[in-house]
């Protein structure tokens, strides 16, 4: 005959709570990696959501910057027209440059240039000079022609012209002396620098 002990109450109770902690301790565990995981994927709606609505909310604008942005390449094409420099100073000083080339490479010569009081046209600032030169017809002609078919825009005012005949040298006994014109030319080459507000 086989004796049974039942269980003591200590061990009944050992065995409940070790049960209870058991459980308790897997419910801890359940609840930090679903609760971690739950907090992760929360985050990252979340990231996902503030990204979309600034995504939605560039999409909305984009009727506008394009517009922006077409008055820009406007503007940049339109800026061509203008002089570039920094200040009214420096753009005579890059005019005097310019019209030495066109003279030179021309066939005329300079005599002078005087830089002009600048002066302001609305939104742009008028920058001239005054320019000297000599040179025959057809120095003058293609100088004006270099000068004002150019970017930045360059305009030319004021002209006076005056010839003289200048005898040339006979280069044989037989040949006849020959008298060409030169032409002392005064004129004004203006352009335009872009104010803050053009």
């Known amino acids: 005959m086989k004796i049974t002990r039942e269980p003591s109450a200590m061990h009944r109770l050992t065995a409940v709570l070790l049960l209870l902690l058991i459980v308790v301790a897997v419910d801890w565990v359940v609840e930090e990696v679903v609760l971690a995981r739950h907090e992760y994927y929360q985050e990252h709606i979340e990231r996902i959501q503030d990204r979309l609505e600034r995504a939605n909310s560039l999409l909305a604008q984009r009727p506008e ?5 077409k008055r820009v390449k406007q503007n940049e094409s339109s800026n061509a027209y203008y002089l570039n420099q920094a200040s009214p100073t420096i753009a005579a000083t890059d005019l005097q440059q310019r019209v030495k080339t066109a003279i030179e490479s021309n066939g005329g010569q300079l005599m002078s240039t005087q830089i002009l009081p600048e002066t302001s046209e609305g939104a742009f600032t008028k920058v ?5 030169m000599t040179g025959d017809t057809e120095a003058l002609q293609k100088t004006l022609y270099a000068l004002e078919a150019q970017t930045p825009l360059l305009f030319v005012d004021n002209i006076q012209i005056r010839a003289r005949p200048v005898r040339q040298p006979r280069r044989s006994r037989t040949e006849q002396p020959s008298v060409q014109i030169s032409l002392t030319t005064q004129f004004e080459l203006a352009g335009y620098l872009r104010g803050s507000g053009g």
Request: aromatic content about 0%; overall charge positive.
């Open 65 to 69: 910057l394009e517009k922006q942005i």
């Open 128 to 132: 001239a000079i005054r320019v000297q």
